[in-house]
């Protein structure tokens, strides 16, 4: 939403430049794109593959951005 975006840059601007960010749940990539334009890094989760590739044509410009298929039920947390 729009108010989620302007809540978002007003938030960030200054101040997540140099960190990471991970994304659970990254749907189409609309979030991803707002993320990556405030922290050095996004980490995007999604379970379903296609919406991680709708994510990656829809950030295509961006270079920042991490994308893995992970199910936050059913892998592994563990490092």
């Given amino acids: ?5 302007r809540d978002l840059r007003e938030q960030l601007t200054d101040f997540a430049e140099n960190f990471t960010v991970l994304e659970v749940g ?4 609309y979030t991803t794109r707002l993320l990556s334009e405030h922290f050095s890094r996004v980490i995007a989760l999604d379970a379903v593959p296609q ?19 992970f199910h936050t039920l059913d892998d592994d947390w563990g490092i």
């Fill in 51 to 69: 919406l991680l590739q709708a994510n990656r044509e829809y950030n295509l410009d961006r270079t920042n951005i991490l994308y893995l298929r």
């Fill in 1 to 5: 939403s729009k108010a989620l975006r």
């Fill in 26 to 29: 990254s749907y189409f990539g």
